[in-house]
């Protein structure tokens, strides 16, 4: 054990948060070996999750887990039985969190310590800032995980140093400019910097709050590609020791090596079969890919224009609609896409599906893990960006990138729904229309560079590669 630099890993409790950093703390693990075969034996992982989360994982990942060896503990953010849909809203969360959390992870740094395995660094969701306090106290080092976007990022960070006043506002095409973004409208920023707090108050300075204490940091990461924001990461690299390691997917989808899950699901997984037995006789590029992720929550009367517009698009469709979502489907629809082109489902394996090569388009959300999945596979996209960050990357997904369309809110009523009429036209215009080839043909060059950066002396590779030299070299030598 004294011969290995020792990682505590801690992510936030949500799905798309502990993916991320799970799997970028596998790709260390042989990135040691590595560089230090002569000295060491490398890198060693130990994931902490909450004590909610711990008990959805199953026996076949704890064997994975084991074989990787990746230790397991716990802490706890004082919600061990129910996790965060216990508390008594977002902000009783993240106080009783910090105050419990910080306490559980300084016992279990103190427990490994006293058993003689000493952590020699903690890699920390930007989302739980405090654990850097809790690794300054006993004296190790700190790397800071950021799970969005560089150019979210670099937005949040404007608005913590006065930079961006929020809310922002303004008519619609009307540009804003900031140096290493591209010109912005309203619209485009995150929902919490362009609203006055509407549905979510505390969501601003929830997404603020990642920067506290960040200056003490001594790695900052990021899951995003240096070829992807070159403009963002330069710019916010100015003032923060700012680092892409992304796509932190899983490498078989890559660079055809044996990695081909991210390791751990909170969801419970239906059989995945009917799932599949769908797809495998659907003709190349044919279906249109449905999700909004683990924590999107759309109306009923938005979930009923889009099963319209998918259903009037006369193209298969493969809609996931998670079981918290499923009572606002109207009991007829399931029926009918069974009896047509459709398929509804809780639950898939999306990296599977985006992979497999019969998807067309993907209409999603562009949550920031999804975003990248697609970009890295090649995928073209519909965006219908909700809230966060969503829209930021949806204006990158059309205007940057340019590897998809973004379907527009109104029509009549103001309700601010994407009526069906829009969803057909947007899917239509990226499975048929002149558009199309375009928006293939960026997909496949921004795949390839997805691709490139995670391989062999790519810039995210070689990122990571620094990391563990450094870390070994200051934990060890």
Request: hydrophobic share 40%.
């Amino acid at each position: 054990m004294a011969n290995s630099a020792h990682c505590l890993v801690v992510p936030f409790p949500a799905q798309g948060h502990i993916n991320p950093i799970l799997q970028f703390s596998k790709r260390l693990i042989p990135k040691g070996i590595r560089i230090t075969l002569a000295f060491t034996r490398g890198i060693r992982i130990t994931l902490a999750n909450t004590r909610f989360v711990s008990k959805s994982i199953s026996t076949a990942d704890r064997r994975r887990f084991a074989a990787l060896n990746i230790g397991l503990e716990t802490i706890s953010d004082g919600h061990d039985e129910g996790g965060v849909a216990t508390a008594k809203g977002g902000r009783s969360y993240v106080d009783t969190f910090m105050d419990v959390g910080s306490k559980t992870l300084a016992q279990v740094i103190q427990k490994l310590r006293d058993a003689g395995d000493s952590v020699h660094c903690v890699i920390y969701d930007s989302n739980i800032p405090w654990c850097l306090d809790v690794a300054k106290g006993f004296g190790i080092m700190a790397a800071e995980f950021f799970t969005q976007s560089c150019a979210v990022d670099s937005i949040y960070y404007r608005v913590r140093e006065g930079m961006i006043e929020p809310p922002v506002s303004g008519d619609d095409g009307v540009l804003m400019g900031f140096q290493g973004l591209p010109p912005l409208e309203a619209k485009d920023f995150p929902s919490d910097v362009c609203d006055d707090g509407g549905a979510y108050p505390e969501l601003l300075g929830f997404h603020v709050w990642q920067f506290c204490g960040i200056e003490k940091a001594d790695w900052i990461l990021c899951n995003t590609v240096y070829e992807l924001e070159p403009q963002e990461v330069d710019w916010l690299s100015n003032f923060l020791p700012f680092t892409s390691i992304g796509p932190t997917i899983p490498s078989t989808y890559l660079t055809n090596q044996t990695d081909t899950e991210y390791g751990l699901d909170i969801f419970k997984q239906p059989n995945n079969e009917t799932c599949t037995n769908w797809l495998q006789n659907k003709p190349k590029g044919s279906v249109v890919y449905v999700s909004f992720g683990s924590m999107a929550s759309l109306p009923q009367a938005q979930m009923e224009e889009l099963y319209f517009g998918l259903n009037n698009s006369n193209h298969n469709f493969l809609w996931v609609v998670r079981e918290s979502e499923v009572a606002k489907l109207l009991d007829s629809f399931s029926t009918m896409a069974a009896g047509k082109k459709g398929l509804i489902v809780p639950w898939c394996q999306q990296l599977h599906v985006l992979a497999s090569g019969v998807v067309g388009c993907f209409v999603t959300h562009c949550g920031w893990n999804s975003t990248l999945e697609a970009v890295s596979l090649g995928v073209p996209m519909v965006a219908m960006p909700q809230w966060a960050d969503q829209a930021t990357n949806a204006k990158y997904v059309t205007d940057v990138w340019r590897v998809g369309v973004r379907a527009r809110s109104g029509g009549d009523g103001g309700d601010g729904l994407v009526k069906r009429e829009e969803i057909e036209r947007c899917v239509r215009e990226v499975m048929e229309g002149e558009k199309a080839v375009e928006i293939r043909r960026n997909g496949d060059k921004w795949k390839k560079v997805m691709k490139d950066a995670v391989s062999e002396d790519g810039s995210s590779d070689r990122n990571v590669r620094e990391f563990v030299d450094s870390l070994i070299r200051v934990c060890l030598w």
